[in-house]
């Protein structure tokens, strides 16, 4: 994705809170990837996604009109949960890596519930 003056401070560097709209955004296009939306998903199971917990490491700054990559893994999997692993790089330059752990939850309960066994089969490939 492209770094746009929307995404920056006033001295063109990615404001942090930002490079988190990027993480969620490669999250939810890998469930899209995966055949999975979002909304669907709310809609027909009333289940949803969110995030439990995050770790995130700024190591280098994103700049006005850079040009950056959301590279996304599955690291572990549970029922009801999901890790992911994420980094976000400029060409090889690694600028932030993030861990992330993702709840499915029950929207009409606000508990955590066991996520389909369609999505569930389809992240434990790729761990």
Known sequence: MRVYYED??????????NYLKYLE??????????SFAQRQLAEETGLA???RSLAV????PAKLD????VVTVVEALGRAQV?????????????????????CLDLTKGKAAAMPKPIYEK???LL
């Not at 850079?66 to 990559?69: A, G, H, K, P, Y």
């Not at 060409?91 to 752990?101: F, H, K, P, S, Y």
């Open 8 to 17: 920056t401070d006033s001295g063109g560097v990615v404001y942090y809170a």
């Open 25 to 34: 955004r490669a999250r939810t296009e890998l469930l899209r990837e995966l």
């Open 49 to 51: 996604f969110a995030v």
């Open 57 to 60: 490491e700024y190591l280098k």
């Open 66 to 69: 850079d040009l950056v990559e």
């Open 83 to 103: 890790t992911f692993v994420q980094s976000i790089r400029r060409a090889e330059e690694i600028l932030i890596t993030a861990t992330v752990r993702v709840a």
């Open 123 to 125: 992240l434990k490939e």
